[in-house]
């Protein structure tokens, strides 16, 4: 694992006397501007509401311009490491309350911003900080790591019932076996809504030719830590992963 430097753009609402909230905010695979003015939006419909918001760049630091095509540029779970460090800065803001601090990320963001619930993810990697609610739109939800129905904190997520680059099916899986543990977690459906179906510019659907997608791939964790495709038993990667045609 090597060590980066991550920029973020941290957004205050008027302030007042006392500290407040704040959410972080996960990018998708085309990056913090990729898909043009849905950071932007989210930003200021916080703000108006007095929440402030951070946004973190996953991808800058790292060389990285977007994922889409070539999602094997960044681990699965690296942007969770990235949320927990985001955490730690921003709960030693003097005008943030460190105990109303959520997550919420979009795609690739929204799948970290789900694992970052799970408490072993946390004891690895986490800090003394603890996120009030993790919230994710069209997240990923396929992959099964161990322990991963040991949640903390509230987990809502947000898909759109059309979505054919992230199926809603993983979710609605995930959500089962998480509320059937016992967890506090909520999948909210957005009828006939597809993919990033917050973001302006996407009123309309449109096809992504270059897009990389895994959406029959089921990935499991063995008692290692290995990451496996369920299928084959085997190491999984993103090569020969389908182009959205």
Not at 83 to 107: E, M, N
Request: with cysteine; proline share 4%; glycine share 8%.
């Amino acid at each position: 694992m090597r060590t980066v430097t991550l920029a973020a753009h941290l957004r205050l609402p008027k302030l007042g006397p006392e500290k407040i909230p704040a959410v972080i905010l996960l990018q998708p695979s085309g990056g913090l501007q990729g898909s043009d003015g849905l950071i932007e939006e989210w930003s200021k419909e916080l703000n108006e509401q007095g929440i402030a918001t951070f946004a973190v760049d996953s991808f800058s630091g790292r060389g990285i311009v977007e994922t889409v095509a070539d999602q094997s540029q960044l681990g699965r779970l690296a942007m969770v490491i990235d949320a927990y460090r985001a955490l730690d800065l921003l709960a030693k803001h003097r005008q943030i309350d460190p105990t109303r601090i959520a997550v919420t990320g979009f795609s690739r963001g929204g799948a970290a911003a789900l694992y970052s619930s799970v408490t072993r993810f946390q004891k690895m990697h986490g800090s003394e900080a603890q996120f009030i609610a993790h919230i994710g739109l069209y997240a990923d939800c396929g992959a099964a790591y161990r322990d991963d129905e040991d949640i903390a904190k509230p987990v809502r997520l947000l898909h759109g019932t059309s979505d054919d680059y992230v199926p809603i099916a993983s979710c609605r899986a995930y959500v089962d076996r998480l509320q059937k543990a016992g967890r506090n977690v909520r999948l909210i459906e957005y009828s006939d809504a597809h993919h990033v179906f917050d973001a302006p510019i996407f009123r309309e659907p449109i096809k992504l030719a270059s897009a990389q997608v895994w959406k029959n791939c089921q990935i499991t964790e063995d008692e290692n830590g290995v990451v496996l495709n369920k299928e084959t038993n085997k190491p999984f990667t993103f090569q020969g992963r389908a182009l959205i045609p």
